[in-house]
């Protein structure tokens, strides 16, 4: 039987120190949202560990530090300022123990808590999700008070858009009257102007037949006589 070194067993000597945990890969990614309807922005290959974390699309940026005596350039890199926290989920009723980045937790102070800022429906509010943010965002919508919560906002905007119907209807409807209230009075105007010259034409006409009728010496002298008497005497 050949010997073996200890240092080249695989049995863990005694020690008080928890063993540390694997790295997530992707193919644990993979079983953990085997049962998750697919994140639509899809995982992120570039900064993999974003993806077991609320990391807001953050990632490590790249650059140079310049010595301000010199010039000389050194590459250098920033990694996000991630925390480890224990954040209080109201609809699951248990704590999150979560990696999140110190943005993220300012925009869940602003929301007022983890619940609100999973729960966000804006389109930038899902890509800032992540896989993470995503996975638990299905579990809270599994809950009996999310969904409670859901069917309340439900009948709300359903009583609003009824209102909203009713509303555009009834302005329909005004101005229906309206547009009738004005065909109506047109039309009375019309006639009346009708009727108006309907009178006029019989006075027209016996004028007209008057100044065409001849005149005889008995008129001529009868208008001169009526002249002379309003002609006023000179003073």
Known sequence: MSFRHPSLTFARSFTTTPALPARPSMSQLTHIHRNIPAYPHGRNYWYKQSNFGLYGNTRIQFGNSVS?????????????????????????????????????????????????????????????????????????????????????????LKRVELERVELER????????????????????????????????????????KLDEPRTPMKEKEEEDHETRHVEPSA
């Not at 609809?91 to 808590?113: E, M, P, Q, S, Y």
């Not at 509010?125 to 965002?137: H, P, S, T, Y």
């Not at 229906?176 to 006075?203: F, G, M, Y």
């Open 68 to 156: 301000a005596e010199h010039g000389v350039k050194n590459r250098r890199k920033w990694e996000p300022n991630i925390q480890h926290k224990r954040l209080w989920s109201e609809a699951l009723n248990r704590f999150l123990d979560l990696k999140v980045h110190t943005r993220v937790l300012r925009t869940i102070d602003k929301c007022g808590g983890v619940d609100e800022y999973l729960l966000g429906g804006s389109k930038a509010r899902i890509r800032e999700l992540g896989m993470e943010g995503w996975r638990l965002r299905w579990k809270l919508m599994q809950t009996g008070k999310v969904k409670k919560r859901w069917e309340v906002e439900r009948a709300e």
């Open 170 to 209: 009834a302005e329909l409807e005004r101005v229906e009257l309206e547009r009738a209230e004005l065909e109506r009075v047109e039309l009375e105007a019309s006639e009346a102007v009708k009727a108006l010259s309907k009178v006029k034409a019989p006075r027209r006409a016996n004028k007209r037949a």
